[in-house]
């Protein structure tokens, strides 16, 4: 999976968010030197919870269409994410919290260091407008596009507009596996990496207009996705972290819905994908309680 992911696109603004949250590592744990007491981390049997938002960024790929009255695909479509403006009311107002593109995890710690966790990743999938791709294939439909087809195609919308935006949904189940590699005496700060794995199905509402088709507005299960996760999380007070993790995989969707329902008419498509996420959570027990052990050395 590891050379598939070397496709282009802009990190600039994940960088930036990346330095910055290194920079606020290394002032906590300049502040945390002084105390003498040393918080064991015990997390094995506690729940986490995490929401945040993501950045995506897909590989080009090929999109078969079969209809009644067409059969067709496009080679080596481009595509990009669909980022909403930041605003208190887009990104923090209750009833519109799913409206960006999303994160939710909610994890188990079955050993201080491995966690399995069950995640929902809200991205949205845009075919780049106007785009010229080869196109090889039929159209009987009736009007301008009927034809037979060989060679360069430009993706008009009156043609065809291809968006996965009520999103590009991937739910899924990662196993997680934890290393410290700061923990602050003062017990407000842990640093840690972390790497995991996950597999799980694609759950769109793909909104596609295809000629003068009715265009479909259902969920629907369209594949499967599998996924390798990295990253830094910093836990501060022993409950609440910011965690900052790149996540590359591969999808494959061999059922998309193309028209409303009644109408023949699917959709094949498989991409990598990069994915990079912020998120915020906390870390809670339940039926016991972590312990403290104090030491009189001095960790200065």
């Not at 079969?66 to 669909?82: E, N, S």
């Not at 991409?271 to 309680?289: A, P, R």
Request: some cysteine.
């Amino acid at each position: 999976m590891q050379h598939h992911c070397q496709y282009k696109y802009k990190f600039s603004s994940g960088l930036k968010a990346f330095k910055t949250f290194i920079v606020l590592n290394i002032a906590v744990i300049t502040y945390g030197q002084t105390s003498t007491t040393f918080y064991t981390d015990k997390k094995k049997g506690q729940i986490y919870v995490a929401w945040g938002w993501n950045r995506g960024f897909y590989s080009k790929s090929n999109i078969q269409m079969r209809g009644a009255d067409y059969d067709f695909t496009l080679y080596k479509v481009k595509a990009h994410d669909r980022p909403t403006p930041f605003s208190y009311h887009n990104y923090l107002k209750f009833n519109r919290l799913t409206i960006p593109q999303t994160n939710f995890r909610l994890g188990y710690f079955i050993k201080d260091n491995i966690a399995v966790s069950l995640g929902f990743d809200h991205m949205k999938y845009v075919m780049d407008q106007n785009q010229v791709v080869t196109m090889k294939g039929t159209i009987d439909h009736a009007g301008s596009f009927k034809g037979v087809y060989n060679g360069d195609k430009t993706l008009t919308s009156d043609f065809l507009r291809f968006e996965h935006t009520n999103g590009l949904n991937y739910i899924n189940i990662e196993g997680e596996r934890f290393a410290k590699l700061y923990h602050s005496n003062s017990n407000k700060l842990i640093v840690s990496w972390f790497a995991g794995a996950g597999i799980g199905f694609l759950f769109p509402r793909s909104d596609v207009k295809l000629m003068d088709y009715d265009r479909n507005d259902e969920f629907h299960v369209a594949g499967y996705g599998i996924n390798l996760t990295a990253g830094l999380q910093s836990t501060f007070f022993k409950h609440f972290f910011i965690k900052i993790e790149n996540k590359c995989g591969f999808i494959n969707m061999p059922d998309i819905n193309l028209h409303k329902k009644g109408i023949f008419g699917r959709g094949k498509q498989s991409f990598w994908f990069d994915e990079l996420d912020g998120m915020i959570g906390g870390t809670f027990s339940f039926g016991h309680k972590r312990k403290t052990k104090k030491t009189i050395e001095n960790y200065n």
